[in-house]
């Protein structure tokens, strides 16, 4: 998992030059589709630190997207506040949340963590709709052009938004990188590889968990809020089961606990639902069986798969 | 840094395991833990580690109370546990391992090069999985492990069980260097040869309570002993 740190290094650098450059040869449909997956990967990122390297397997993560999305898109529409403080609103109500949710639902551990985490996440949902005329309820709202800018630049335009998606997904990258690279990140493995050798090696697994998911929920505010910026929109929806379940798509297809598997499984993902969706009004069923023929043939992941077979030093 | 126990009582639920046991692990010195299959050895350890919460009585090391702390306070007082069966993460690394066992103590260099020296096998296996080591570099990976938090008291639970003879003489010499080291080593072990190499002391538990405490040079002449409360 490391060692061969200035390959690791150039190989990440390498996709995110790839990424970037993308914008110049995609179609202008294909560049929004791409900002767009940045930003989910963005979510699943921190959604693979706390389970793909702490072994957190939350079902609550929507409620995180969602506080993120909430704490930048209604102080935009109410007090007209631009991109940079909403962003940052968006960021710290994630981390704030996923401390608070933590604090209890870390006291459970295995199924138990899951079901608590998607009590909360299905509260959160329906406080959502219950305080509408705030958060506009199941129609969500749009945000204002105004308040949808960044240094001058208007993140309803492409250029400026596939930018503004790409900056926040090489920094999440970037961190993400450093972080599992870091001695916490060592200790994140520690207590997903085992609780009981982790706390006899001196760890307190409490706390270490509360802050993997501490992290994570900086990561999906990050994403919430972005989303809501860059796409204009907030809603119910982002709060509902489906966006606690999708981060796990992607991380589960990608590769858990690896550093690019996110972002991986999010591009084959949402490239998949579209596929299927032309073909059918039934798509998850075709999602579904792609994800049972994965879990049935490459149990890790794409990248788990290509890190055990060939490739050890892949972060 | 004397490890001391005093009419400690633990167990599982209901059911009580150790009933009153006292103890002493002196710097230096070999400590054994002699006993049958469920006499409550492996219990002892976990106790001493908080890992099974003591009832009653005290441990305290250096006169220092460690009964009560939550486990991950434990090895931060300088115990450090070998478990049986190693325990070790599979999938990352020997150096990786390595790392975790030091990290809550800075992962300071000259522990890592003190540890790698007692083990140069694993110098070679820095980069291999620790799943994919031998039986026995598996075990020097354990203790190195724990090693790596300068303790200055190491509990071994069953160190050479299931080793070829080149190993268990590799570990056996590691501990008494540790010994030389003048760490304080508390070894459950069932061979009495090795037993009657390393111990200083041996202590013989039988249904969680300790029935002798004696100084090994006294049981080498005493093979009863060994035939009374171990069965060999």
Known sequence: MTGGGARIWALHAAVLVVVFAA?????????????????????A?????????????????ALLLAAGMYAASIPAQLWGWTAGPALIAG????????????LLALRTAGVSFMIVTLMFAQAGFLTILYFAPVTGGDDGFALPAASRTILGFSLATDTPRFLAAFGLFASGLLASLALVRS??????????????????????????????????????????????????????????IQYSILPMLYVLLGGAGTVLGPFLGAVLMFYLIEFASDLTSAYLFIVGLALVILVLFAPKGILGTIRERWARWLP | MALEVVSLSSGYGPITVLHGV???????????????NGAGKSTLLKCLMGLVPARSGTITLNGVALHGLPAHEVPR?????????????????????LAIGGLVTGNRPETLHRVLTLFPRLRERLTQTAAT????????????????????????????????????????EAIVVLKARGVAVVLVEQRVDAVLKLADRVAFMVSGRIVEDRDVSGLRADADAFRTYVGV
Request: proline content about 4%; some cysteine; aromatic content about 10%.
């Open chain 1, 91 to 102: 960021i710290a109500a994630g981390g704030l949340m996923a401390g608070a949710v933590g």
């Open chain 2, 22 to 36: 006292s103890f002493r692990a002196e710097p230096g010195r070999v400590s054994c833990i002699m006993g049958r």
């Open chain 1, 23 to 43: 914008q110049y040869w995609l179609s202008p449909y294909h560049a929004t589709n791409l900002a767009r997956i940045m930003v989910l990967a963005v979510f």
């Open chain 1, 183 to 240: 001695s916490f990140g060592r200790t994140m493995v520690a207590m997903r590889e085992n609780e009981e050798r982790s706390r006899m090696l001196g760890y307190n697994p409490f706390t270490v968990k509360l802050a993997a998911l501490v992290i994570s929920g900086l990561y999906a505010g990050g994403a919430g809020a972005a989303w809501a910026l860059l796409f204009g929109y907030a809603g119910a929806s982002f709060a509902s």
């Open chain 2, 77 to 97: 007082r300088g115990i450090a546990y070998v478990p049986q069966g190693r325990r070790l993460f599979g999938p990352l690394t020997v150096a990786e391992n």
């Open chain 2, 133 to 172: 080591l031998s039986g026995g570099e598996q075990q020097m990976l354990a203790i190195a492990r724990a090693l790596c938090l300068d303790p200055r008291v190491l509990l071994l639970d069953e160190p050479t069980e299931g080793l070829q003879p080149s190993m268990i003489a590799l570990i056996q």
């Open chain 1, 45 to 61: 990122m921190g959604y693979n630190l706390a389970f793909g390297y702490t072994g957190l397997l939350s079902l609550g993560h």
